[in-house]
């Protein structure tokens, strides 16, 4: 079983920035790719950023530019480093870990932004 868990989020002023951290431990032997997507109320969960264990990265055209993506391998941890954040950034925001053997979410946290 592995475990995912998030940390970081909160409230901040539109402009300001947050870091978001999930660390996974468990069974784990490859953790093949490490996202972050987020939902907001009464809205579809979206991507926001993905990032493979060859260092690619993906990301949402809403986020491009203002958010970067990056793992540890060794901690088997994701960060989200979230600049020039605006109020439409607010959301839950997830990790999600892709494994050989299944892919896992954690359990959220939530990011508000005052205008």
């Known amino acids: 079983q592995v475990q995912l868990v998030e940390s970081g989020g909160g409230l901040v002023q539109a402009g300001g920035s947050l870091r978001l951290s999930c660390a996974a431990s468990?069974?784990?032997?490859?953790?093949?790719?490490m996202g972050w997507y987020r939902q907001a109320p009464g809205k579809q969960r979206e991507l926001v950023a993905t990032i493979t264990n060859g260092g690619t990265t993906n990301y949402g055209d809403s986020v491009k530019g203002r958010f970067t993506i990056s793992r540890d391998n060794a901690k088997n941890t994701v960060y989200l480093q979230m600049n020039s954040l605006k109020p439409e950034d607010t959301a839950v925001y997830y990790c999600r870990m892709v494994l050989v053997s299944n892919n896992y979410w954690g359990q959220g946290t939530q990011v508000t932004v005052s205008s």
């Open positions: 468990g069974s784990i032997s490859s953790i093949n790719v």
